[in-house]
T-cell receptor
Framework: QINLRESGPALVRPAQTLTVTCSFS??????????VGWIRQSPGKALEWLAV?????????NPSLIDRLTITKDIYKDQVVLTMTNISPEDTATYYC???????FGSGSFSSDFWGLGTLVTVS | SYELTQPPSVSVSPGQTAWITCSGD??????AYWYQKKSGQAPLLVIF???ERASGIPERFVGSSSGTMATLTINGAHMEDEADYYC???????????FGGGTKLTVL
């Protein structure tokens, strides 16, 4: 059974660095095609894709946030960590992590995914 | 940066058909996905690879794509289908994922 759980600070001060952690079970981040990504939703706003890390340690970032984001994986702890620097109130959001298996060397598509329940981070 | 454009809102009566569109320049070459998002819940994958229903999704949800536009059709909308719907795809490089701005579906 696949489970993902996000954790992080509920309140962060502006200009600080935010660290959110995705702890997962039921799959391995060493399996071909696996990717774990981060998505957020600010209150009243649309979903926003942030970053993804693949099983082969390939990483991709939202171009508009690339200067502020770092995604890392720990295959021993079964965790994926996202850090965001120089945060502001506009970064207040629920942060979700999700797991998919991608057709990495083909179309890049996926057919299913699993999400955590999200963690709400307020910047104030 | 790449953008996917959706109408902000769509309204239908129960039992009617709802169409939610998503336009993007890379859609002729990249798959579209559709998510249903209800308040307080994680997004739920509805359609993948333009036209395929995700596991457990009712047959009334139909995806299609032509040229630069992808469409989610809900045939005979139910009250429980009321939600925000987001299209999702990649830019032409395939490296960066993008959500559309979301469409609020009202069924009343």
């Amino acid at each position: 059974q696949i489970n993902l759980r996000e954790s992080g600070p509920a309140l962060v001060r502006p200009a600080q660095t935010l660290t959110v952690t995705c702890s997962f079970s039921g799959f391995s981040l060493t399996s071909n095609g696996v990717g774990v990504g981060w998505i957020r939703q600010s209150p009243g706003k649309a979903l926003e894709w942030l970053a993804v890390v693949y099983w082969n340690d390939d990483k991709r970032y939202n171009p508009s946030l690339i200067d502020r984001l770092t995604i890392t994986k720990d295959i021993y702890k079964d965790q994926v960590v996202l850090t965001m620097t120089n945060i502001s109130p506009e970064d207040t959001a629920t942060y979700y992590c999700s797991y998919s298996v991608f057709d990495y060397f083909g179309s890049g598509s996926f057919s299913s995914d699993f999400w955590g329940l999200g963690t709400l981070v307020t910047v104030s | 940066s790449y953008e996917l454009t959706q109408p902000p809102s769509v309204s239908v009566s129960p039992g009617q058909t709802a169409w939610i569109t998503c336009s993007g320049d890379a859609l002729p070459k990249k798959y579209a996905y559709w998510y249903q998002k209800k308040s307080g819940q994680a997004p739920l994958l509805v359609i993948f690879d333009d036209t395929e229903r995700a596991s457990g999704i009712p047959e009334r949800f139909v995806g299609s794509s032509s040229g630069t536009m992808a469409t989610l059709t809900i045939n005979g909308a139910h009250m429980e289908d009321e939600a925000d719907y987001y299209c999702y795809s990649t830019d032409i490089t395939g490296e960066h994922w993008v959500f559309g701005g979301g469409t609020k579906l009202t069924v009343l």
